[in-house]
C-alpha cells in the first residue's frame, strides 16, 4: 500500500519531510506517528493509517514534495486497500484529509487530477522539450565551475531535474577524470544546511519581495501614559488572570480599532481584484524554538485587550511547546510584529504573502520632547517660553510596510496616524475588559 502526503490544508500544496518516527522493516501499529511533516504553516506528526510492516521509504527527510506523491510503501494484510478512512487527527493537526493512494492523485491547486486532453498532451510534449534541454542550462554556480576548470557540459551526465547538471555532477566529473577533489566550501567558507523551517521562511520571504512592490513608513507615538497604566496594573493584572499583560496587547487592540476606520488595510491583491476580508484575524510573530511563525488571533473586532492578550499568552504558550494546530497559523488576514522586544528601534518589515500590510511595534526609549507647558507637571519639564516646554516621555516607532497595489501612501499613513492616536489614548481610565 503506498502511503501519500495529504491535501493538509487548502493553501498548502507542498511539504518538507522532518524526520521518519519509524525505519525500514518496522512493524507499525494503525495510527501510530509515520512521519513529521513540515509546512509554512505548522509541523504536524503524520500518523500510520494501517497496521503492518514499513517495506521502504521513498520521501528522504529534508526532501520538498508535492501534495498527492507517494511518501512510502507499507506491506498490510488489512482489506480494503486505498478505501480506509483517513486516520484521525494527531495532537496539533486538525484536519488530516486523506493519507492513502487510491482516490484520484491531488495536484498542487488540490484538485484532482483528470485525463489530459489535446492541450495537457501539448504541455507534456513542451516539458519533454524542456527535459532535453534543461542540462545546458547552468545555474550561476555551475558555469562558473565548469569555466574554471574547462568542462564539457556535453560530457557529463545531470542529475538534476529533468536532466540538469548540478554542481556535484562536475564535482564527481572532475574527481572520475582528473582525479580533483573540490572542497564543498571555497576560500574556507563554512556552509550550514538550512532546517525545513529556515527554506520556508527563505521561500516565503522570497516570494513576498518578489510578487509585492511594498511601500514603508514609520510615525513616532507617545505612550508615557500607556506606560504608566501598565506599570500600575501589571501585578494585579497577572495575579488576577495567571497571564501578563504586554504593550503588544494594547497594539493589537489599537490597530484593530483603525482598520476599522481603513479596512483597505485588512485587504488582499488576488487576481487584478482588491479583497477586502469580512473577518479581521491579526497574526503575531512569534520567535519560537523552531524558527519565526505567525499564529493567529481570530477575530479581533470581538475582543477586549484582556482578552487579546489572554490569546497572546495561549498562543505564545502552544508555539514554545509545539503544539500549535492548523487553526492557530490560518487565515490571518494582518500581522503585527513586536520587534522592539528584540531591542529593535526601527524596522522595515516584509509583508506575509496574502496579505495587504504588516506593522511593526519598536522598542520604548525614553527622551526629551518639547510639549505644552503644564503648570500641574512644572517639576517635571523644563519650560522653554510661556508655551512649551521640554520633557522626558516615553517614545515608540510604529512602522508600516504596505502593498502598493492596494492601497496608497495616503490611505497607509491615515491608518498609521489612527494607531498612533489609540496608542497614545490609553490612560488610568482605560478599561481592559
Partial sequence: MEIVLPQLAESITEAIIGKWLAV????????????????????????????????????????????GSVLADIKTSEEGKGKLQSPPPSSNLDTLGGFISGAPPVGPTGA?????????????????????????KLSPAVKKLVEKHNVDVGELS????????????????????????????????????????????????????????DAWLTIEADITDLVLLRQSIKQSFYSSNSF???????AVYA???????????????KNDEIVLHADLNIGIAVAGPSGLIVPVIKNVVDKSITSIAHEIDRLIDKVNSGKLTHSDVTHGTFTVNNTGALGSNLSIPIIVPGQASILTTELVTKKPVVVQADVNRASTQ?????????????????????????????????????????MESFSSGTSLV
Wanted: glycine share 6%; with cysteine.
Fill in 112 to 136: 484532482a487530477n483528470v485525463p489530459q486532453n489535446d492541450e495537457s498532451k501539448k504541455s507534456t510534449v513542451a516539458q519533454d522539450a524542456s527535459e532535453k534541454t534543461a542540462k545546458l
Fill in 382 to 422: 523644563t519650560v522653554l517660553d510661556g508655551e512649551h516646554a521640554i520633557e522626558i516621555r516615553s517614545m515608540m516607532n510604529l512602522c508600516l510596510s504596505f502593498d502598493h497595489r492596494i492601497m496608497d501612501g495616503v490611505e497607509a499613513a491615515g491608518f498609521l496616524n489612527d494607531v498612533k492616536q489609540n
Fill in 255 to 269: 490597530a484593530c480599532k483603525a482598520i476599522q476606520t481603513h479596512p483597505v488595510i485588512n485587504a488582499s491583491f
Fill in 24 to 67: 525500514e522493516g518496522q512493524e507499525i501499529d494503525k495510527y501510530q506517528p509515520l512521519v513529521e511533516v513540515i509546512t509554512d504553516k505548522v509541523n504536524v506528526e503524520m500518523p500510520s493509517p494501517v497496521s503492518g510492516r514499513l517495506v521502504k521509504i521513498i520521501a528522504a527527510e529534508g526532501e520538498t514534495i508535492l501534495v
Fill in 158 to 213: 545531470g542529475t538534476g531535474k529533468f536532466g540538469r547538471v548540478t554542481r556535484k555532477d562536475v564535482q564527481l566529473y572532475l574527481h572520475s577524470t582528473q582525479g580533483t577533489n573540490l572542497d564543498e566550501t571555497d576560500d574556507n567558507d563554512t556552509k550550514i544546511r538550512m532546517d525545513p523551517i529556515r527554506k520556508i521562511t527563505a521561500k516565503n520571504m522570497s516570494l513576498s519581495a518578489a510578487e509585492i512592490p
Fill in 244 to 250: 501578563h499583560i504586554t504593550y503588544l496587547a494594547f
